[in-house]
């Protein structure tokens, strides 16, 4: 019987004017993979580097966390740019991150622009584009990790690896999308509820949603946002509770 196994990543590295939003030194102890921000919505050269350094000392997977260049957002506004816009900045983000010293082993892209791509084929096909160039660059085909959707189409048609990703610390609506931010429902607040909801997901394939459905999911990576309210606590208990579960803490992507 093969063991179970699951992705542990939080988003990291996400300083804004040179204060950071998480706590980093903690939360790298407990994931096994880190979306790190590349200079999109947070982050610069001097917290890449930090973050490249600890992802080595703890053993923890490197993933790129690109966004609409929306510092005065934090990423999450929706933005309409042109094709050729979008890619390059995307690309200079990953280049940022690969200059940093980072050794990019997936790609998860961050805040409106991770919503957007979900659904519209044309964004997402330009995010898949340029995840492949990365691909050629590197000589080894970058996964996406994000939810179902065009982004899963568009990167299997540029013959990118796809993993799920289900969110610990989010609500979800009864169609398997996030509650959005500020609605009612949208965060989870206590570390044991979020970490008996991972036990769950990984158990039974599927997490009740706000309105009391229950919604299928096989998530291959779980994610506690470094800046949610108690994220080291969170990200502990979680740990602890799946292990305790006999469930592996391990990156698919690792090298």
């Not at 189409?153 to 796809?162: I, Q, S, V, Y």
Request: with cysteine; net charge negative.
């Amino acid at each position: 019987m093969t063991a179970l196994a699951v992705d542990l990543n939080a988003d990291l590295g996400e300083t804004v004017d040179g204060v950071a939003t998480a706590d980093d030194a903690a939360m790298f102890r407990l994931v096994s993979s880190a979306n790190i921000a590349c200079g999109g919505h947070a982050g610069d050269d001097v917290s890449m580097r930090a973050s490249v350094v600890l992802a080595r000392e703890h053993g923890v997977t490197i993933g790129a966390h690109p966004s609409y260049p929306d510092r005065a957002g934090f990423g999450r506004t929706r933005q309409r740019l042109a094709s050729s816009e979008l890619r390059a900045s995307i690309r200079g983000q990953l280049d940022a991150l690969v200059s940093a010293g980072a050794d990019i082993r997936y790609v998860k892209p961050h805040g409106a622009l991770y919503n957007e791509i979900v659904h519209d084929a044309a964004q997402a096909a330009d995010v898949a584009a340029v995840i492949a160039d990365l691909s050629t660059q590197l000589g080894r085909a970058v996964p996406v990790l994000g939810l179902h959707g065009e982004i899963r189409r568009a990167a299997e048609a540029a013959g990118l690896p796809f993993f799920a990703e289900a969110f610990l610390d989010r609500g979800y609506r009864a169609d398997g999308t996030l509650v959005p931010r500020g609605a009612p429902g949208d965060l989870m607040h206590d570390p044991t509820e979020v970490a008996d909801r991972a036990v769950e997901m990984i158990l039974t394939g599927s997490v009740v949603s706000v309105d009391g459905s229950r919604i299928a999911m096989r998530p291959a990576s779980l994610c506690v946002h470094g800046d949610t309210p108690a994220a080291v606590e969170m990200a502990g208990a979680v740990r602890a509770a799946l292990t305790d579960a006999g469930v592996m803490i391990r990156a698919p992507w690792r090298p």
